[in-house]
């Protein structure tokens, strides 16, 4: 269930509007870090793992704060997204934890937020 629920939330997060012309696109690498922002932030809480998911979520907060979910995804982002969800949800803990590592990474080094 909660999975269905984090890819719902994906889902709205990045579904913008393709008609706005003044909309920006949303880079694939962005995409993704955004996605493991919000579905790391729900499995650390699931794993009690408290450091690990403030820093996620205000990263990801921050980011939705920053205009993201104005933006436009292509195609191909979008379908990456689905790729990466998938290998997620295929992934057992031990997996899920390393994919975890990678957002704290990007949580760390994006510059989305400052790029603003």
């Known amino acids: ?12 997060l990045f579904a913008g509007t393709a008609s706005a012309e003044s909309a920006k696109n949303l880079d694939k690498d962005t995409a993704l ?5 919000m579905i790391c932030t729900t499995f650390y809480a699931e794993q009690d793992m408290h450091l690990e998911g403030n820093i ?7 980011h939705k704060n920053s205009g993201i979910e104005e933006m436009v995804m292509s195609k191909e982002t979008s379908e990456a997204l689905d790729d990466y969800m998938s290998i997620f ?16 990474k990007f949580a760390r080094e994006s510059d989305f ?3 603003e």
């Open 1 to 12: 269930m909660k999975k269905v629920l984090i890819a719902g939330l994906v889902s709205c």
């Open 56 to 62: 996620v979520g205000q990263s990801m907060m921050a």
């Open 89 to 104: 949800n295929a992934a057992n803990k031990e997996q899920q934890v390393k994919l975890c590592d990678d957002a704290i």
């Open 113 to 115: 937020v400052e790029a």
């Open 33 to 37: 870090g955004m996605a493991s922002l």
